[in-house]
């Protein structure tokens, strides 16, 4: 593999039973990067995730991570990556100081880096409590603090801000982005289309397990911004969409000349948009 290549899946379905989760998807994650995985429920997101991680075998096609095959992954990778999904695995009656310093001990990580990741997620005042008067938001970063301890490659986070009140979930952003610029690559999967646009370089739009669009969120909304529209915003206080048409320009421009618009913003779809116009149903389902 490429040496920033970490993560490199090719033609990978899977079946359950008689479900085909998966179907033929492909994709590749460098160093430093944000991918996120965007698609409804039961798109295939977790089992993307459990394949590359080693806890399924896909049913054919290969993933390799960090430049093994994931079906012969040894408990070593968990070394090199981490997880953070629905089941957190803390330990409730133990203080979240202590959750940190067991795995601390297992990855030989130094105490002071306990200190430091608790204040990265904002924790560091609560260190004493057990993991179990934790409020939900909190226990999420307990949960994100102790997969970046040892400084994964590779951080995989299925639905990272489910459920969490939007301030927390933006403190979880920037402590996203803070670890991308440490050259951490990140695989999360999300149906929050804010979150991937905001946060990811490179989307993949799940939809009943195949991958139905790929790019950049900004690449992806201009390619799909095929009804041009402006909103204006007048000092009147009306507001008013126009598409573009050549007798709406001319209009725009006299109100311009006017003086009559107080803002003007062109209105492109957003990855919401997109993967209505991709698949005809919603992310939020
Ligand atoms: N262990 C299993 N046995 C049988 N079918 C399964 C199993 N796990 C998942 N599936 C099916 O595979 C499909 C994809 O499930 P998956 O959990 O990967 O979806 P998801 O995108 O993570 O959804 P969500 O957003 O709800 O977490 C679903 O239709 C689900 O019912
Ligand atoms: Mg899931």
């Known amino acids: 593999m490429e040496q920033n290549v970490l993560l490199q899946l090719t033609h990978i ?38 394949i590359i991680t080693g806890q399924l075998k896909p ?36 203080s979240v100081w202590q959750n940190l310093s067991i795995f ?29 008067k934790l409020s939900k938001g909190q226990g999420q970063r307990l949960v994100l603090a102790r997969a970046v301890l040892h400084k994964p490659k590779i ?16 403190s979880i952003h920037r402590m996203l982005t803070d670890l991308k610029k440490e050259g951490m690559a990140i ?20 939809y009943q397990g195949k991958i139905v669009e790929f790019g950049t969120p900004k690449e992806l909304c201009l390619k799909y911004n095929r009804k041009k529209e402006y909103r204006l915003l007048l000092h009147d206080g009306r507001e008013e969409t126009f598409g573009q048409t050549p007798e709406n320009v001319q209009k725009i421009a006299e109100w311009m000349q006017q003086d009559k618009i107080e803002s003007i913003h062109s209105c492109e779809p957003t990855l919401e948009h997109v993967f209505l116009q991709v698949t005809g149903a919603s992310l939020n389902v």
């Open 155 to 170: 951080l995989f986070l299925d639905e990272p801000t489910g459920g969490l009140d939007p301030s927390t979930a933006v």
């Open 13 to 50: 379905s899977k079946r359950y039973k008689t479900e085909l989760a998966l179907k033929d998807i492909g994709m590749t994650l460098h160093k430093g990067e944000i991918l996120g995985f965007l698609g409804p429920s039961g798109a295939g997101k977790t089992t993307t995730i459990k």
């Open 104 to 132: 601390a001990k297992i990855w030989r990580v130094k105490q002071s880096r306990i200190e430091e990741v608790l204040k990265q997620v904002g924790l560091y005042e609560h260190r004493k409590k057990p993991a179990a």
């Open 187 to 206: 695989f999360l999967t999300t149906h929050n289309m804010e979150e991937a646009t905001k946060l990811c370089d490179h989307v993949a739009l799940l």
């Open 59 to 94: 049913t054919s096609g290969e993933a390799k991570i960090l430049g093994t095959d994931s079906s012969n992954l040894d408990a070593s990778i968990y070394e090199k990556i981490g997880v953070v999904s629905d089941n957190s695995g803390i330990y409730e009656r133990m």
